[in-house]
Every structure is written in structure tokens, then in C-alpha cells.
């Protein structure tokens, strides 16, 4: 009888180690959806984040913002055909300011990453969209400049998330720039420049901007910072004040509309 009963507890005893190999095996999957349920993805194209560095947007994401290919004027920016330096617009009426440069046009993926962080306020991407800017000015710009200024933020969100602010302090650290973000301040609310008729952009901004008194400006060198621009009526107002005060103003925005 001894044997049998032998027998029996080795089958017992296998049957347990079997049971405790199921047990691991279904362990380390249920380990294996939990990473992947909670597991960060990109914002975009939904992919895990998993390399160094990444932060709601993977590197392949980030690395398919590139610089606009298209010919745009030498001035105000606008995008126009192959083999023209400036545009007539400039020609006829010269902006206010010395030259305005965007990153790219405002379109997919750059238009969704600046969405994501100015609406959905995820401040990580602050970094990115910076690193943008810094690009612009060490590859497409000569000059002397001796300071930051970011386009104001409207009354309703002064005390809140200020995007265009948050990124200027960034570029401005990096140039070892000095940062005025009290320079220009903006005195009204006003509708969003999209969505209103050519006529209505022209005045909606009127008298929206102001300029803080007291500040020498005379032959200082300005970088001006906005995310998007459409009709350029934003930049423009704000690069008069500066220039009334003697400042040389450059623009810089990280996308802008085709029309």
C-alpha cells in the first residue's frame, strides 16, 4: 500500500506545482495589463511613452513638427510663392516691426500640440513648444537682443494659466535674455480674432494693449512672443507700442494660419 500512496502525493504534489505555474503565469498577466491599462500613451497617436524624456507627446510626434518648407516673406512672415522676397502688403505698408518669424503653419501636428497646451493647460509641453522658438532664433535670425516680451494675456485669464508667458520665461532663460512679462498688458477682453470678419479684426483689437510707462526702450533689441497668429493684427499692435518707444521688435510665433 505504501506505494500507492506514494503515488498518489506525487500526483498531488505535481498538481500543485502546476496550479503555482498557472498562478505565476496569470500573475504576471494580469501584472502585464495593469502596466499596460495605466501605462501613460501619447496624446496623439496613442502610443506608450515609454523613452526618456516623454511627456504627453511621444519623440516620434515631436519629431514630425518641423520648420515650414514654404517661401514666406522676408517681413511679415506671410507664406507666398517661390522667389519672392517680400510681399506686397509689406511692400505698400510696412509692418511695425522689423520681421516677423513662425515656426510652421498652423496645422497637424503643431496645431494639436498647441491645443493640448494652451486649453487642456498641460504645462510639460511648455518645454517642447519653447525648444521651438529657441530654434527659430538661433537658426533663422542675426541681431542683437536684449529682451523677452510676451504678448499679454486677456483680462480673463491674467490670473490663471498664461501660456505665452510661461514659454517666454523659458526661451528668455536660455538666450540669458532679460524677461518682461509686465511690459505690455492687455486693458479689455476682447473675442477671439477667429471666426470674425476681416472688417471686425481690423478694430476688435482697439485700444486693447497698453504699455507699462517708465521703461527706456530706445534702440532695444525686442523679441516678441505669441503662439498663433492669423491676420497678424495681435503682433502688430503690440510691436507699435514697443516701437513707439524705440524698440526694435522682432516676432516670433509658433504657427500662423495660411490665410
Same mark, same amino acid.
Given at each position: ?23 505565476? #503565469? ?21 502610443? !506608450? ?15 514630425? /513638427? ?16 517661390? @522667389? ?59 541681431? !542683437?537682443?536684449?529682451? /523677452? ?32 512679462? #509686465? ?10 480674432? /477667429? ?10 483689437? !482697439? ?19 505669441? !503662439?498663433?497668429?492669423?491676420? #497678424?493684427?495681435?503682433? @502688430? ?5 514697443? #516701437? ?16
Amino acid at each position: 500500500m505504501a506505494p500507492v500512496h506514494f503515488s498518489c502525493c506525487q500526483r498531488f504534489s505535481g498538481f500543485l506545482k502546476s496550479g503555482e505555474r498557472i498562478g505565476r #503565469g496569470c500573475s504576471a498577466a494580469v501584472r502585464m495589463a495593469v502596466v499596460s491599462l495605466f501605462q501613460p500613451r501619447c496624446r496623439l497617436c496613442q502610443s !506608450d511613452l515609454v523613452m526618456a524624456g516623454e511627456k504627453i507627446i511621444c519623440r516620434d510626434c515631436q519629431q514630425k /513638427v518641423r520648420p515650414a518648407a514654404e517661401n514666406q516673406c522676408r517681413r511679415c512672415g506671410k507664406f507666398i510663392p517661390a @522667389g519672392v522676397e517680400i510681399c506686397g502688403s509689406c511692400l505698400l505698408r510696412p509692418p511695425p516691426f522689423q520681421r516677423h518669424v513662425s515656426y510652421a503653419a498652423y496645422e497637424h501636428p503643431l496645431r494639436e500640440i498647441i491645443i493640448l497646451y494652451k486649453y487642456g493647460e498641460l504645462e510639460p509641453l511648455k518645454t517642447f513648444l519653447a525648444s521651438l522658438y529657441l530654434d527659430m532664433v538661433r537658426s533663422r535670425l542675426t541681431g !542683437d537682443f536684449q529682451a /523677452v516680451v510676451p504678448v499679454p494675456a486677456d483680462r480673463q485669464r491674467r490670473h490663471g494659466f498664461m501660456p505665452v508667458r510661461a514659454m517666454g520665461r523659458l526661451l528668455a532663460r536660455e538666450l540669458r535674455l532679460e524677461f518682461l512679462p #509686465g511690459l505690455l498688458r492687455k486693458t479689455k477682453s476682447t473675442p477671439p480674432q /477667429v471666426g470674425l470678419t476681416q472688417a471686425q479684426r481690423k478694430t476688435n483689437l !482697439d485700444g486693447a494693449f497698453a504699455l507699462a510707462t517708465g521703461r527706456n526702450l530706445a534702440g532695444k533689441g525686442i523679441l516678441l512672443i505669441d !503662439d498663433v497668429t492669423t491676420t #497678424g493684427t495681435t503682433i @502688430g499692435k503690440c510691436a507699435a507700442l514697443l #516701437g513707439k518707444k524705440g524698440a526694435r521688435v522682432t516676432v516670433l510665433t509658433l504657427a500662423q494660419s495660411r490665410f
